[in-house]
């Protein structure tokens, strides 16, 4: 990893392109904080697969809740519970099935197209996840106060996507300068 750092800052240097940061925070549309929003950036450089992405089973949950992986990724769901889960999801607007598996045992997919995929257990109604696949290297989960930040974001014109699990997004076109880029957005209902 720190390699993969130091490579990229010395190709920054080299074209003297200055990657800047882009931060803001997320309000609802009710005026709620934007807490655990997915933000990221397209139009920009494309993305490579992450190499390693878990979404586990312990106490009746999906952990993480929500998580944010690069096209292309194969993703784990490990079942480190005591019980049975019946996993499934909606992905692209298709149904997958994980079906039923015991402790201990574990499953993987591999999500090959940006989108929102909604995990869920057939045993455990309360049970709920869910990951947004991205083809972007510009992307975060903001913190509880709806804060977030995106590092190191090359200058150009790109579109500020941003969705909470209460359905609300926003999109708007935006354009990085070598200077920080300080936002505030408001989400719109569904
Ligand atoms: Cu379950």
Not at 17 to 28: N, P, T
Not at 70 to 97: C, L, Q, S, W
Not at 116 to 127: P, Q, R
């Amino acid at each position: 990893m720190k390699t993969l750092t130091l490579a990229i800052a010395v190709v920054s240097l080299a074209t003297g392109a200055k990657a800047s940061d882009v931060l803001g925070r997320v309000q609802l549309a009710s005026g709620r904080t934007g807490a655990n929003a997915v933000v990221y950036l397209e139009g920009g450089p494309k993305s490579a697969p992450l190499l390693h992405s878990v979404v586990d089973q312990r106490n009746r949950e999906f952990i993480p809740h929500i998580s944010v992986v690069t096209v292309g990724t194969t993703v784990d769901f490990p079942n480190n519970d005591t019980v049975f889960h019946n996993v499934f999801a909606e992905y692209k607007a298709k149904r997958f099935d994980l079906g039923m598996y015991p402790r201990g045992s574990r499953k993987r997919q591999t999500f090959d197209k940006p989108g929102l995929v909604a995990m869920m257990c057939s045993v455990h109604s309360e049970m709920g996840a869910f990951i947004m696949v991205v083809d972007t290297p510009y992307y975060t989960i903001a913190d509880r106060e709806g804060k977030f930040t995106l590092n190191n974001v090359k200058p150009g014109n790109y579109t500020l996507k941003v969705w909470h699990e209460s359905g609300q997004v926003e999109s708007e076109a935006i354009t990085v300068t070598d200077q920080n880029t300080v936002l505030e957005v408001r989400t719109a209902r569904p």
